[in-house]
């Protein structure tokens, strides 16, 4: 199965990888800021930049507990780092939209309530729902009935609730749905990001495309993002920033405009390696099949009319001659003509 957005199939056994850059708030409120992050990231070569539309009255109650690295973001409160960041308007949404056409990357916002999904709706070619939406199902529904392609986030859930979100998307009428296996801990250490569930996924659901949400701190070779890949996920998303060093939840796990050239690349050399899936001789290997595979040699000269025996045979490069597989069918047959010392054998040389 696969989703289009704008223009791209993405398919779930394809060879294509559609990576969504999230930059959330990491602009810190500055407009500027989105954009020159919107900049960086096309020229990366991401494919979508994704920002979070929010209220921070609309999305959590005043003592809604932290549940991140208090050492890394300061807030107490759920409340109280979203009220950090939740400044930008519709309008602001609907000029970095525009900016995101003028440098050729999809525009893409998570939503957090029913007048944000809404007003997002003439804006986005898709939906990305956050894992602790994963079970609000009227927001599904709504969202669902916009008709777009819908990628999910799964971080802590289960396959149950997984299999229910999807029967109320579907309900909708729309099947355009990517699953993407997420861990809810920020960062996540490597020992708990637990990639062999995108297989699980993959397994109990092969119509959908699968995808990962990642949220561990980067390595310079960024196997996290590249082992994924290897196991299935098409759909690839990660924090995006200007600048690791600043202060804040989501700068530190962040991938920059370096790493996103970097998996890039990756992304380009694994599936230009792959190649073909069924075993066979390659057109590449035709000289190394004739030269550097053995023939049967002479290990003494032979004269004609004798009758050839083990001792006098060994085998050698190249492959041009009778392979060593056949040395049964040599021994005990004459010789038609003299055979030098050293010399390939061949099957006019006997009778």
Not at 185 to 209: E, G
Not at 315 to 330: A, E, Q, S, Y
């Amino acid at each position: 199965m696969k989703i289009r957005i704008n223009n791209r199939d993405i398919e779930a056994n394809g060879d294509y990888v559609y990576l969504i850059a999230e930059a959330g708030v990491n602009h810190g409120g500055n407009i500027e800021i989105a954009k020159k992050m919107i900049q960086k990231a096309a020229k990366a070569g991401a494919d979508a930049i994704k920002f979070q539309t929010y209220k921070a009255e609309k999305l959590a109650a005043k003592n809604s507990p932290a549940y991140w690295d208090k050492t890394k973001e300061k807030a107490g409160s759920q409340y109280e780092l979203f009220k950090k960041f939740d400044m930008f308007e519709k309008s602001d949404y609907e000029l970095l939209e525009r900016y995101c056409k003028q440098h050729n990357i999809d525009f893409l916002s998570t939503p957090f309530d029913h007048e944000s999904a809404e007003f997002l709706n003439e804006l986005m070619p898709a939906y990305k729902i956050a894992s602790a939406d994963l079970t609000n199902h009227p927001f599904l529904k709504q969202i669902a009935n916009y008709h777009k392609p819908i990628i999910l986030s799964t971080g802590a859930s289960t396959i149950g609730e997984i299999d229910e979100a999807i029967r109320v998307i579907e309900s909708e009428g729309n099947s355009q749905i990517a699953l993407l296996h997420c861990v809810l801990s920020y960062p996540t250490d490597n020992k708990d990001a637990h990639l062999n569930m995108i297989s699980h996924l993959r397994q109990v659901y092969p119509h959908y495309v699968t995808g990962y949400s990642d949220h561990t701190i980067p390595d310079q070779s960024l196997m996290a993002l590249n082992t994924s890949v290897f196991l299935g996920a098409r759909i690839i998303e990660k924090h995006f920033t200007l600048d690791k060093s600043l202060e804040g939840n989501d700068h530190y796990h962040a991938m920059d405009e370096n790493d996103i050239r970097a998996f890039k690349n990756n992304v380009n050399i694994y599936f230009n390696i792959l190649g073909e899936k069924f075993k066979r001789p390659l057109e590449v290997e035709r000289l190394a099949v004739k030269f550097a595979r053995r023939s049967l040699v002479a290990t003494q000269s032979i004269k004609k009319g004798t009758t050839i025996t083990e001792e006098m045979l060994t085998w050698k490069r190249p492959g041009t001659g009778i392979p060593p597989k056949d040395i049964n069918l040599v021994i005990g047959r004459k010789t038609n003509i003299d055979i030098n010392e050293d010399e390939i054998l061949t099957w006019e040389m006997m009778l």
